[in-house]
């Protein structure tokens, strides 16, 4: 039995043509085969998986801008985390979160005795933050796997490579000084923001000493040893000479010191000593 090898109708015996279609015929030609859904190449769209977007590195820019007399400080963050003191955030603008822990015990106890607080609050996340702007000085501090003893009060920031403790200064010194028994100590490897009343001066001492009368030492490393002297070898010369109790610093290491305020916070304590002898005439 024959078939055409064009169209498949059956030919008749010895048909040379097909009588359907016309096509000439081969002898013995087979039917041809026809194709079905299920031996045909189906191409079907693959579903598109979305892709996890990838984790962008963690960075963190301090920076210190001016507006209308003020100093500011501000933070670009990118899947950073920094460290505050409590209410120090201005505002911020980004995917950012503030997280507040409970302190631990040595921390309540760090804040009954210094002027910072024992919350230092968390930001995190990718966004800009700006920390409340000061008539003061900010100065960006950046350690590495140093150990910094800060005043009181001069710690405003930091990144969280930036171990926050206390340092416990000897007993004489802590009385006399003017620094308190207590201040804050900050080690590890990253930038701390110390704020201050002046411009700071980095005092390098190399097996040296430093004498400063007043309490305007607002850092020092950890190498450098403080204490409390008189001004000379006798307690009437000290009296005398008008200088009395001074601090010292020695040792190798690093001091920064703020030996004069700025124009701004001069005036507010010109403006401050003023309203206070005001009110006392008042109250007299």
């Known amino acids: 039995m024959a078939f055409c090898g064009n169209c498949g109708t059956q030919l008749k015996e010895g048909a040379v043509f097909c009588h359907e279609c016309g096509s000439r015929q081969d002898a013995g030609a087979a039917p041809p085969v026809k194709q ?29 801008e001016e507006k209308e007399m003020l100093k500011m400080v501000k933070i670009e963050m990118q899947n950073a985390t920094i460290r505050c003191e409590a209410g120090a955030m201005y505002y911020m603008l980004g995917n950012l979160q503030i997280e507040s822990k409970m ?9 009954m005795v210094t002027k910072e607080t024992a919350f230092k609050p ?4 990718t966004g800009t933050v700006y920390l409340e702007p000061s ?9 590495n796997n140093e150990q910094w003893i800060l005043d009181k009060g001069a710690y405003y920031a930091s990144e969280m490579g930036i171990e926050v403790g206390m340092w416990t200064n000897k007993a004489v010194s802590g009385l006399f000084s003017g620094e308190g028994f207590f201040q804050t100590q900050v080690s590890g490897t990253g930038k701390v923001i110390v704020v201050s009343n002046g411009p700071l001066e980095e005092i390098v001492l190399n097996n040296d000493k430093l004498v400063v009368d007043g309490s305007f030492a607002v850092a020092r ?3 450098v040893q403080f204490t409390v002297n008189k001004a000379t070898k006798g307690l009437f010369s000290s009296w005398t000479s008008g200088e009395g109790i001074v601090n010292t610093f020695t040792g190798t290491g690093k001091v920064l010191i703020a030996p004069a305020a700025n124009r701004y916070v001069s005036l507010m304590n010109y403006l401050g000593s003023i309203y206070t002898r005001v009110l006392a005439i008042k109250n007299n």
């Open 122 to 125: 968390t930001i995190s996340g």
């Open 36 to 64: 079905t859904m299920s031996n045909q190449a189906i191409n079907t769209p693959q579903a598109v998986q979305s892709q996890p977007k990838p984790n962008l590195p963690s960075k963190v820019d301090f920076s210190i």
């Open 135 to 143: 008539f003061g000085m900010f100065t960006i501090l950046e350690l």
């Open 103 to 111: 302190p631990t015990a040595g921390g309540l106890l760090k804040s």
């Open 221 to 223: 490393t950890a190498g």
